[in-house]
């Protein structure tokens, strides 16, 4: 790895994580429907949702195929059953900041579709409701839904996304959570590719190595003298997403093993985040560091107890 001049250094980390005010992330689950005559409803309605607030400038959905592959191996499912207190793993897995999903159901003449519009960060969960006559159109009844639900997210989007603490603040505090004490040596690689080209610099493995630095944590590589207490090996991968205007999206997955070396005990952790610029590959490199911070902040403490 390059090592860059200390003013040019000095400049990086100052940088805002992002370059412009990224789009807000946004996961539609599917609803529930249990009613008679409305049990294909549910999948319907989360189609039509997803498909009418991606239309929305500040917002961006996450396909269904990135859901299902995000979530295949866990047991929260694409269903209405998504709750406030899941919606921090969720966000973890996806990289959403909000939530949404809820019922459709029948209430004497009436057509009810109720949203639950849940944060990933914060855990607050505000609700909407569109209603109709027991003939109307699944595509009524969502239109009608995806308005209400987006002005909500506008409107409380101080509530929904926790706020935004510079670098300097995150290390601070989690300096002040670690323990007193020396700090064990780490190895951290992890190799990571765009679009199926391995990048020269891993912006994650950058990150982290950073951070743990910063935390008084000693750093060593493959051609160190000293063994690593811990190594901290995985794979990074970024692709492009959709594009909002000038600026490009891309979205990022950070997957970890970090091993004891002294009696190989083995945790794991995982990160996915999103990423805005207005060009590309700068965007993935975005979403990447900020996966690595989000990972560092969790690890820390695990190697000092």
Known sequence: ????????????????????????TVAVFNFEATDEGLRDAGPKIAILLNALLSAEGDLVTLERAELDKALGEQELGLSGTVKAETAAKV??????????????????NETLAVAKIISAETSRVF??????????????????????????????????????????????????????????????RIPEVHLGTPAVDPAAETEIGLILRECGFTLVDAKSTTKPDFEILGEAFSERGPRKGNLQICKARVE??????????????????????????????????????????RLAPKLVK
């Open 1 to 24: 790895m390059k090592t860059l001049p200390t003013t040019l250094l000095a400049l990086f980390l100052c940088a805002p994580v992002f370059a412009a005010a990224p789009p807000l």
């Open 256 to 297: 970890l093993k970090i091993r004891a070396t002294a009696t190989g005990a083995l945790f794991v952790d995982r990160q996915t985040s999103v990423g805005v610029d207005l060009a590309e590959h700068i965007a993935a490199k975005t979403a990447l560091q900020t996966a690595g911070a989000d990972l560092a902040e």
């Open 91 to 108: 966000g973890q897995l996806t990289g959403a900041k909000v939530l949404v999903t809820g019922r459709v159901f029948r209430a004497g």
């Open 127 to 188: 609700g909407e409701i569109a209603r109709g006559n027991a003939e109307v159109s699944l595509s009524d009844l969502a239109t009608d839904l995806a308005g209400k639900i987006g002005k909500t997210i506008a409107a409380k989007g101080e509530m929904l996304v926790a706020k935004v603490r510079t670098r300097e603040e995150r290390l601070a505090a989690l300096k002040k959570s670690l323990k007193d004490g020396p700090r064990p040596s780490v190895l951290v």
